[in-house]
């Protein structure tokens, strides 16, 4: 019992610390709990956990704290990624999108580049120029770039026109200043589409980058 107390204490008080995460959304005006709340919630009841086995209820309470903390940690890391580049896409045309500790930029490929064509737009040059600004400030995760088509074509076509869209993208990335090594790119042709490919708005839609930011393994 006194045990479950210890740790109820240390949920409020990392409940309280994370309290200070929540945002309103830009596009709503909603009031929402950053990531990062969760992240650190789940961490004290982990960190409770283990430090209960290894030191009894001190544990708890020390091991409850620090799993907060390192649980909220990525999270609110993110929370301020995504917001960044929130900031600094709105009207270009890319979508933000966040799941969990992955945050996602999908850029139709109408602004990114010509039909059947990898060579970037000469206009969606600044915008990736201020997605390899971002990048570089917040530099803590890795970078998978892929390509996507819409269903004609087949693959003899779709797959190498797709891999050489994501390796465009990331080729500028790499002249802006990101470092190489934290970015892998390829193709998916057709695959996983997004819309259906029976329309030419669906069709539309697959045809697409997208930037997959993950966690980068700890050092």
Same mark, same amino acid.
């Given at each position: ?5 210890? !740790? ?7 409940? /309280? ?12 005006? *909603? ?7 969760? $992240?650190?919630?789940?961490? !004290? ?6 430090? +209960? ?16 903390? +390192? ?11 995504? +917001?960044?580049?929130? /900031? *600094? ?18 850029? &139709?490929?109408? #602004? ?7 060579? %970037? ?9 201020? !997605? ?5 400030? $917040?530099?803590?995760?890795? %970078?998978? %770039? ?10 003899? #076509?779709?797959? &190498?026109?797709?891999?050489?869209? /994501? *390796?465009?993208? +990331?080729? $500028? ?5 990101? &470092?190489? =090594?934290? %970015? =892998? ?5 057709? @695959?996983?589409?997004? /819309? ?12 697409? !980058? ?5 966690? @980068?393994?700890?050092?």
């Amino acid at each position: 019992m006194q045990l479950n107390k210890m !740790v109820a204490t240390a949920v409020l008080m990392v409940s /309280a610390l994370l309290a200070g995460c929540q945002t309103t959304n830009p596009y709503t005006g *909603e009031q929402q709990t950053n990531k990062s709340t969760k $992240y650190g919630l789940g961490g !004290v009841l982990a960190g409770a956990a283990l430090g +209960a086995l290894a030191d009894g209820k001190d544990g708890a309470l020390k091991g409850a704290v620090l799993g907060g903390a +390192a649980g909220a940690g990525y999270g609110y890391y993110l929370d301020k990624q995504e +917001a960044v580049l929130r /900031a *600094e896409l709105q009207g270009t045309g890319v979508h933000v999108y966040r799941q969990g500790d992955q945050l996602s930029l999908i850029m &139709p490929s109408n #602004i990114t580049f010509d039909s059947s064509r990898s060579a %970037i737009k000469s206009a969606f040059y600044p915008v990736l120029g201020s !997605v390899a600004k971002v990048f570089k400030e $917040y530099d803590r995760n890795l %970078i998978e %770039i892929v390509g996507y088509t819409d269903s004609t074509g087949g693959d003899k #076509i779709n797959l &190498p026109l797709s891999q050489q869209r /994501a *390796e465009s993208v +990331a080729d $500028y990335l790499v002249f802006q200043g990101v &470092p190489a =090594t934290r %970015i =892998t790119a390829f193709g998916q042709g057709s @695959a996983d589409p997004i /819309a259906s490919n029976s329309t030419s708005a669906g069709r539309a839609q697959n045809r697409r !980058v997208e930037i997959n930011l993950l966690p @980068a393994p700890q050092r």
